[in-house]
């Protein structure tokens, strides 16, 4: 599988501002996801990550509030904006595709924790 | 209705029996579907996925589809302390996005 690695780990930050989560995948994958696992919760999709176009939102989530960039097949950032105690939550990124080329697998980076106080 | 929907846990077994967890999903679209485990403070780990009705065997993990009744489940045969995590039902959508069901702890005592 894609090795993926997600910057930073963990973070603690004050309401009001903002933090760029960073996603490197050790090969060219062509779909990158932006997932958001709330305490206790199941996972829930942010958004898509597409390169060279905006990302595509789910429902709930807007581009002023989750900045994503993907400028290349390998790489993508999320940020999470102005943020609220409410945005305390694990952020993980996931990438669909393996070295072996199956474009069915999707696997999830390691994450990164985020606590706003 | 939820989406996706998994048997309400936490499901405990003992060790070297058979774990049975069960998922429903509504989107009739859904063409594959995907199981992970994840354990407390780790992200998901991908177990195995699965696209044509019937069986898929993986050595002791087992899926099973049913798209008629939008049924799918993991068989976990000879269960073992290490299999103790939550498990993750997640159909894949048409935009190759995956729907996450609300998980089912398992215990392996």
């Known amino acids: 599988s894609a090795v993926i690695s997600q910057k930073p780990s963990r973070d603690i930050c004050q309401r009001g501002t903002s933090l760029t989560i960073q996603c490197q995948v050790d090969?060219?994958?062509?779909?990158m996801f932006w997932y958001r696992q709330q305490p206790g919760q199941s996972l829930t999709l942010i958004a898509t990550a597409n390169q060279g176009s905006e990302a595509t939102y789910e429902s709930g989530f807007v581009i002023d509030k989750f900045p994503i960039s993907r400028p290349n097949l390998t790489f993508s950032t999320l940020t999470v904006s102005n943020m609220s105690p409410e945005d305390s939550s694990i952020y993980l990124c996931?990438?669909?595709?393996?070295?072996?080329?199956?474009?069915?697998?999707?696997?999830f980076g390691p994450g990164t924790r985020l606590t706003v106080t | 209705q939820k989406e996706v929907e998994q048997n309400s846990g936490p499901l405990s077994v003992p060790e070297g029996a058979i774990a049975s967890l069960n998922c429903t999903y509504s989107d009739r679209g859904s063409q594959s579907f995907f199981w992970y485990r994840q354990y407390s403070g780790k992200s998901p780990e991908l177990i195995m996925f699965i696209y044509s009705n019937g069986d898929k065997e993986d050595g002791r993990f087992t899926a099973q589809l049913n798209k008629a009744s939008q049924y799918v489940s993991l068989l976990i045969r000879d269960s073992q302390p290490s299999d103790s995590a939550t498990y993750l039902c997640a159909p894949r959508g048409s935009a190759r996005q995956l729907t996450f069901g609300s998980g089912t702890q398992l215990t392996v005592l």
């Open positions: 090969s060219q994958v062509t779909m």
């Open positions: 996931s990438v669909e595709g393996g070295r072996d080329g199956n474009s069915y697998e999707q696997y």
